[in-house]
Every structure is written in C-alpha cells, then in structure tokens.
C-alpha cells in the first residue's frame, strides 16, 4: 500500500526553526518527483517547495525562498523540509505529495500535478 506520512510539525516561536520528514511506504520513492504544499485556516493549499526525482532541481514559492530548504535522501525513502526564520504567516498543515515522472527534472507546485498525499502535519508559529 503506497503511502506517505508526515511527522515534525509542531509549535514554534517567531524565528525558530522545524524539520518536516515524509517517508514513503509501498513504494520506491526514486521514480517520484516530491512536492510540499500547506494549507492554513479558511485558505486555498498552496505549494510551497518542490524536488525532482534527482535531486538536483527544486523550486520555492517566493514568501519561503531563503527560509526553507527542500532535500530528498532516496535511500532512506524520505524527503525532508528544513524551515527556518518562521513566521507566524507559515502556520498552517503541511502535506506533502508524490508524482511519479519518467523525467529526472520535473519539479512542480501545482495541487492538481500530484497523486499521492499525506496526512499532513500541523505547524503552528507563534509567540
């Protein structure tokens, strides 16, 4: 059964810092392209970062670019969302999401591109 389970949300300060991990069961992650997306109270989900099966491609929705960093270690069949300098505008819960894609370089933020979804994992920053 393929799945994906988020885990490090949490609450946190203004200027503070969290790890999100989503590790991959049922499947080989290597042959999918990883997205970040988040969802706060009464908003649209939104993208926030993404990767390429390889690794090499990722991209950032600009309110995060310079905060956060996207990475994948494909044989531990987890991607990670290192977040820093939050802000209380990051609260929100955090799914991520799995595409598969024959193309190494496929590194999107769109909701609909992805088939596979977490849970999600609550991040709450605030004072």
């Known amino acids: 059964q393929l799945q994906l389970v988020e885990s490090g949300g949490g609450l946190v300060q203004p200027g503070g810092s969290l790890r999100l991990s989503c590790a991959a069961s049922?499947?080989?992650?290597?042959?999918?392209?990883i997205g970040w997306f988040r969802q706060a109270p009464g908003k649209e989900r939104e993208g926030v970062s993404c990767?390429?099966?390889?690794?090499?491609?990722?991209n950032y929705v600009d309110s995060v670019k310079g905060r956060f960093t996207i990475s994948r270690d494909n044989t531990e069949n987890t991607v990670y969302l290192q977040m820093n300098s939050l802000e209380p505008e990051d609260t929100a819960v955090y799914y991520c999401?799995?595409?598969?894609?024959?193309?190494?370089?496929?590194?999107?933020?769109?909701?609909?591109?992805?088939?596979?979804w977490g849970q999600g994992t609550q991040v709450t920053v605030s004072s």
């Open positions: 990767i390429s099966r390889s690794g090499g491609i990722t």
């Open positions: 049922g499947f080989i992650l290597d042959y999918y392209g």
């Open positions: 999401a799995a595409r598969r894609t024959p193309l190494l370089s496929l590194c999107v933020l769109s909701v609909d591109e992805y088939d596979y």
